[in-house]
């Protein structure tokens, strides 16, 4: 059984740019929440994905956006990047079954840093 | 914001016990008690849950109290592999979307 796995693992982008992160979840779970931890503090919630189409947002502007595919992969998009969004980015997968959500398991993270 | 309270560094000797102690006076009878932990610059791995009962695994113990409002983590036997910020959190386990981290407890285990 595989865990989640996310990539890349690290990456620099200058201010305006456009960046993607993967991350692939754990097998047998259908449900992608992403998480921004900035540095000294404790990761904060994005958004979450499931059945391909999202499913809860935290306080996060329009230009952070997602996907998740069939095979329950997901992708984070960040269009129009500032400098404060430098940060681990989280990826966690779980199994929800309709309205039931269980534990999330967290992927390594990609490091995003903004010049 | 996060509903748990946490003291924001603790320290253990080496081999010793750990025990990480967390409050939530507020939290809801359909709230579980999950704790994570976060060796630096890592994601946040999953220790165990827990809603009324103790509960134990390969990892730790999880000691609830009675009326609930507060718990402790207990890491039997620490090792220095075992230095991380510790996250208690309550959510709703099978509704909840999201977690919402604080600022957990920093524990470092001394050689």
């Known amino acids: 059984e595989t865990g989640v796995t996310q990539s890349p693992t690290h990456l620099i982008k200058t201010r305006g740019q456009q960046v993607t992160l993967r991350c692939s979840s754990q097998?047998?779970?259908?449900?992608v929440s992403w998480y921004q931890q900035a540095l000294g503090q404790g990761p904060q919630f994005i958004f979450q994905?499931?059945?391909?189409?999202?499913?809860g947002r935290g306080n996060f502007p329009p230009r952070f956006s997602g996907l998740q595919f069939p095979n329950y992969s997901s992708e984070l998009n960040v269009n129009a990047l500032e400098l404060d969004d430098s940060a681990l980015y989280l990826c966690?997968?779980?199994?929800?079954?309709?309205?039931?959500?269980?534990?999330?398991?967290f992927g390594p993270g990609t490091r995003l840093t903004v010049l | 914001d996060a509903k748990t309270t946490q003291p924001p560094s603790m320290d253990c000797a080496e081999g010793r016990a750990a025990n990480l102690p967390c409050n939530h006076s507020?939290?809801?009878?359909?709230?579980?008690v999950y704790w994570y932990r976060q060796i630096h610059s890592q994601g946040p791995q999953y220790i165990i849950h827990?809603?009324?009962n103790n509960e134990t695994n390969e990892m730790a113990s999880l000691i609830i109290t009675e009326d609930r409002k507060s718990s402790t983590l207990i890491l039997p036997h620490a090792t220095l592999r075992d230095t991380a910020v510790y996250y208690c959190?309550?959510?709703?386990?099978?509704?909840?979307?999201?977690?919402?981290f604080g600022k957990g407890t920093r524990l470092h285990i001394l050689p």
């Open positions: 966690a997968s779980s199994s929800r079954l309709g309205l039931a959500a269980d534990t999330q398991y």
């Open positions: 097998s047998g779970h259908n449900t």
């Open positions: 994905y499931y059945r391909e189409e999202e499913n």
């Open positions: 507020t939290i809801s009878g359909n709230e579980y």
């Open positions: 827990g809603l009324k």
């Open positions: 959190i309550v959510r709703v386990r099978n509704r909840d979307d999201k977690i919402i």
